[in-house]
């Protein structure tokens, strides 16, 4: 009886500080992410990312050298997206243009395109963090795209 009462104790045991499945990222790269404009859907581009590995990637304006930025109107909603399970817990969007670099606010995965016309480069940058032990990332990445603000 007490053999029966230690296995079946140390299996719960076991079970219990088992990973959760998906509750990590998993696979051999970090997911795809794509932009959306309207009913369009673009890919970005893989930049810098830790995913079982470290990658350091140059910036968006260079990952993008010779790709074709994404024609949008002044102040059109722009959607960032993601077919992967668990989706990342944290997000960081920079906008790049010759005037510099500005943070943007994100709003459920969306933001507006700029007002004025030109061409702005974009850094998407995500984290899957553990829930359960502070400030440790269990992944990120970064994708970059370029945004083409047509004049009206």
């Known amino acids: ?9 140390l299996t719960i045991l076991l079970l219990g500080c088992a ?31 830790c995913w079982g590995r ?6 968006a304006a260079q990952l993008l050298e010779g790709r074709e930025p994404i ?4 102040n059109q ?3 960032l997206t993601m077919a992967y399970e668990p989706q990342p817990n944290q997000f960081h969007l920079m906008q790049e243009s010759g005037s510099g670099q500005t943070e943007i606010s ?32 269990n992944g990120d990445a970064s994708y970059v795209f370029a945004l083409q603000v047509a004049t009206e």
């Open 1 to 9: 009886m007490a053999k029966w009462l230690i296995a079946v104790s």
């Open 71 to 74: 024609r949008v109107n002044p």
């Open 106 to 137: 994100l709003s459920g995965n969306a933001f507006k395109a700029p007002a004025q016309p030109g061409l702005y480069y974009y850094t998407y940058s995500v984290w899957w963090m553990d829930e359960e032990r502070a400030n440790v990332s």
């Open 19 to 49: 990973d959760k499945p998906d509750a990590k990222p998993h696979g051999a790269n970090p997911p795809d992410a794509t932009v959306q404009v309207g009913d369009r859907t673009f890919a970005t581009k893989l930049g810098t990312y």
């Open 77 to 79: 909603e722009v959607s």
């Open 54 to 59: 470290c990658v350091d990637m140059v910036g």
